[in-house]
Every structure is written in C-alpha cells, then in structure tokens.
C-alpha cells in the first residue's frame, strides 16, 4: 500500500476560477474545513498578488498551519504552501506570509514549454535552466521544504524538462510538481510523462513527484490517477474540481477512486472521507459556485435511485447500483442535530465542530436567526446551521445590511418591493420599488440605495435540505464595468429574502475592493 499525499489548491488555483475569489474570513472557514478533512498540504495563496491574499495566507498560516485539529491533538497540523513566480521578490513575499506555520512550504514555478518561453516568457532553453537554479536555491535559503514546476510539463520537451528538473533538485527542490497546465494529455501520456521523469532525472527517487492536472478535455481525474500509478506520490486537487478555466482534478473524485479500487490499486490517502460532502459545501458557498446535481461523489443526485428497476435494484441489496456507500462520504449525515430548546454553547459547539468559528456580536446575531429557523422549521440540519452562519460573516464590515424586506406580487400587475438597508454610516435608507417579479423589485429598490450598477451575470437558487420548508440558498454573480466578476450568496427559508441578501453581500464585496476614496465619493 502507498501513501498518497493531498495537497488541495482550493485557496490558490481554484480561486484563479472567473468570479471565485473569496473573502479572508471565507479563506480561513475553507481552510479550516480542508484541515479537518485531514489534507496534507493546503496551498492557501499566492501572496504577492496583492496586500490582501498576503494577510490571508498569513493567517492561515499562523492558525490553521498550527493549531492541531480540534479532538485530535495527535494530529499534526497540514503543510501550508504558498506561490510565488520565479521572482525573488514573489518568493520573499510567500516566506513572510507562510514563516508562522509549524510547517511552511515555499512554491515556485517557471514554464518549460517551447511555447511557453518563445511568446509569453522570451528566455531562450538557457536563461530558463539559469533562473530555475537560482530562484529555488533563494527559495531554498528561506525555507527547507520547496516545490518546484515546471509549468506547461504536458506540452514540453521531455529532455529539457528532464534537465529542469535535475537543475532543480540540484539546488535543493523537495517535491517537483508536474502540471499538465491546459489539460491536454491523455492519461497514457501523462502516465509515461510522470514513468520517464522517475526513470531518467537525477535524484527524482529521494525527492517527492507531484502531479497537477487541468480538465479542459474531462481528464484531469484519469491523468492524475496515471501520474499516480507511475510513480508520483503527491496529487495536487481542488473541492469541487474548481480552478482556472475548466478547473482542477477534483479532490473528492481522486479521493473517492482511490479508496473505492484500492484494492486493484493499492494506493491510499490520509483524507476522512465523511467530511466530503460538507467541504463541497463549505466551497460552494464561499465562491458562489454550485454543485450541479450530477456531480460524481458530492453531486445532489450522485446516491439518488430515480428508475423502477434500480430502487428495486438498491432495496434488494444496496450493491447493485452503489460501488460507494453513501455515508462513507458524509452523504447521510442530515440528521437532526439541534432543536429550538438548544442553547447557545451548543449551538456554538456544533459550528466549531462543522468548522464555522463565530464569537462574539456575530455568534448572537447567528443564534437569533437559529431561533427563528428553528420555529419554523421541523428539524434543523447541519447543513443548515452552516448556510446560516455563513449569513453572518460579513465580507467586510457591515457595508449595507439588509433590516427589512416587504414585497407584493402576483398574477396580476407589477410586483413591488420595499428594502430598508443599514448604510455604512449605520443610518437607515428606505426605498420602493417595481419590477417584472420580486427578485426584480427588490434589486432595483437596492440599487435605489447603493447605486453601485452591476450586471447580474448568474442567479443560482438551490434548496439546502430536503423539504418544503428547507432553507432556500441564492448564489449571484455579478460584474462593475472591466472588473473581475465577484459574488455573493445569502440563506432564509424566504428566497427572496435570500436573494437580496446574495445580491446585497455581492455588492457589498464591489463596493470592499474599490480603493477608499471613491468609496467615499460613492456614499456621498
Ligand atoms: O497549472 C499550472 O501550471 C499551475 C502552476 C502554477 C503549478 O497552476
Ligand atoms: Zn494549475
């Protein structure tokens, strides 16, 4: 049986997703729930991008990357990565931001495809070999564990990126990842790619071969399992498969394969497979991004019978049509765990276990609204509890929040809404309005208020449980002008409520990244 490291970049290439980035409050939830799922390795951010991810990494760093898991003090804390280009200023930047975890490790990266250097990079075969050398030895200086790719392995010259590779390890690399950037091989490919590196680079057995596959042909799963199986020891992942353009080899697929054929493939992984469903949702929420239904592993559907011949099929023996058992991914975990007679400690104690950390003002604004969902609502889920607290984690502070919400609709006429905001000032703004339906009337009387014009580029409403009464969660992306698309998401058991409340967190997150002073200009 082999070991298989997990290092998920979620936090990293997955957030480079259109319109996934996410807030440091919802970085550090995601990393939390990653470390509870017992991933080796988090690659929390790319620091030198801008003040924020620094300060982000840095406190994933100095919390997660130290605390050992809660209940499980044996455990030790995951490796916490960060990026950097082959700059030494991006590399002084992933240092100062990963140094506070009991186990940092610094990620630098130069392509080596022909393509790559002759129209993005303009370094001849030379300069490339010469910058890989130093910049993991700077790297090196910094911090004893170092990750090296070479980016666009899967289109490159397999000799020179033999000779890369070497280079690198030479100057102290201890995992050399291996990206298939654009997700173009094919897993025969793939497989002899990860085979020749093993066979013919200089030290590549006493240092760890890492694979990191992109989707955009569907095979990212099938060629990591091909690095895998060729020798590579580390599978770099994302939840959820998200990432840059068609993402990332999902975590849960690879996960969920490995376990489900170990015994043909004899590999295994540290990862607690029952909490795979909740991480699904903890990123879902944080970036926006749904789960569709068919979703392998933590797809709404992915345990669901709909045929005559297949219930009967599953009622009979359960093998039939499941190769994985549904709670063997936390699938049957939506047993009632709180009533409206709990009280806050317990309330308090189930969101530390499910890796939502509320104190103070927000921890009582959260068990208000659990009081409240608990009269209305039969039974309160786990998934519920954290669609709820996730309400109260302000992407910055308190921005606009929404007080009140009334609105009148029908068959007949036009439906109107009116909003009463708390603005930044902590005045209180009222507006009506119409529009072609609820959800329509109550963006326009929003926007009559926080005139920050964005066009709603996708409007997402899922229930989180099952049921008529089941909290109903809104996810919206929305774009201002040229700039990246951002999102919002908002739960009530009132889907418009939760809808404005999606849109208004969306707005609240435009409004956070505009520098300070036009933020000024426009609440003036
Ligand atoms: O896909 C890629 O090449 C990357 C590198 C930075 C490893 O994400
Ligand atoms: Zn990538």
């Known amino acids: 049986m082999r070991r298989i490291h997990i290092l998920d970049t979620s936090l990293r290439d997955g957030e480079q997703a259109p319109g996934a980035s996410m807030t440091s409050p919802e970085k550090l939830e995601v990393a939390r729930a990653l470390a509870r ?8 951010g790319f620091p030198a991008a801008s003040p924020d991810d620094h300060a982000a990494v840095a406190q994933i760093a100095a919390e997660v990357g130290r605390e ?3 209940g499980r003090p044996d455990v030790q804390p995951p490796v916490i990565q960060a990026l950097a280009r082959a700059h030494e200023g991006d590399i002084d930047a992933a240092w100062s931001a990963i140094k506070g975890a009991a186990r940092p490790r610094i990620h630098t990266f130069l392509a080596t495809s022909d393509l790559h250097l002759e129209h993005k990079l303009r370094m001849t075969r030379d300069e490339v070999i010469a910058k890989v050398g130093a910049m993991v030895r700077h790297a090196k200086r910094l911090c004893d564990a170092v990750e090296f790719s070479p980016e666009d392995a899967g289109r490159s010259d397999p000799a020179f990126l033999h000779q890369v590779l070497a280079v690198a390890i030479e100057a102290g690399a201890t995992v050399l990842n291996i990206p298939d950037t654009v997700g173009y091989t094919m897993p025969d490919e793939f497989g002899a790619l990860i085979a020749g590196i093993v066979e013919n680079v200089p030290g590549a057995r006493e240092v760890v071969i890492s694979v990191h596959c992109h989707d955009d042909l569907g095979l990212a799963v099938a060629n990591s399992l091909a690095g895998l199986r060729a020798g590579a020891g580390q599978a770099e992942v994302t939840v959820n498969g998200i990432g840059e353009r068609a993402g990332n080899a999902s975590l849960e697929e690879l996960v969920m394969l490995l376990r489900t054929r170990e015994p043909v493939l004899g590999l ?10 909740s991480v699904s949702k903890v990123i879902s929420r944080a970036t926006s991004y749904p789960v569709p239904p068919n979703k392998a ?8 019978h709909e045929s005559g011949i297949h219930q009967d099929g599953v009622l009979k023996h359960q093998r039939t049509y499941e190769i994985m058992k549904p709670e063997d991914v936390g699938a049957s975990q939506t047993k009632l765990v709180l009533g409206k007679h709990s009280g806050k400690h317990a309330f308090a104690e189930r969101l530390a276990v499910l890796g939502v950390a509320l104190e103070g003002e927000a921890l009582v604004r959260a068990f208000g609204r659990f009081k409240v969902l608990a009269d209305r609502k039969r039974a309160v889920h786990d998934a519920d509890l954290v669609a709820l607290a996730a309400g109260e984690r302000a992407p910055a502070p308190d921005l606009y929040v929404l007080e009140d919400l009334q609105v009148a609709c029908g068959t007949a006429g036009l439906a109107t809404a009116t909003v009463r ?3 930044p000032e902590g005045g209180q703004r009222v507006q009506a309005a119409v529009g072609t339906g609820p959800v329509d009337a109550t963006y326009k009387a ?4 926080v005139l920050t014009p964005v066009e709603l580029l996708e409007f997402n409403v899922n229930a989180v449980t099952e049921g008529i009464d089941a909290l109903g969660e809104v996810s919206v992306r929305v774009r201002e002008g040229d700039e990246r698309a951002t999102h919002g998401s908002g739960a009530d058991t009132d889907i418009v409520v939760a809808s404005a409340k999606a849109y208004l967190a969306a707005l609240n997150h435009v409004i956070a990244r505009r520098p300070a002073a036009q933020n000024v200009e426009g609440a003036a």
């Open 268 to 277: 295994t992984t540290g990862i607690d497979t029952t909490q795979l469903l």
């Open 446 to 449: 929003i926007q009559a208020i």
């Open 37 to 44: 799922l017992g991933v080796d390795i988090i690659e929390a």
């Open 421 to 423: 905001l708390r603005d």
């Open 297 to 304: 592993v933590v797809g709404g559907n992915a345990f669901a």
């Open 68 to 70: 050992p898991l809660r």
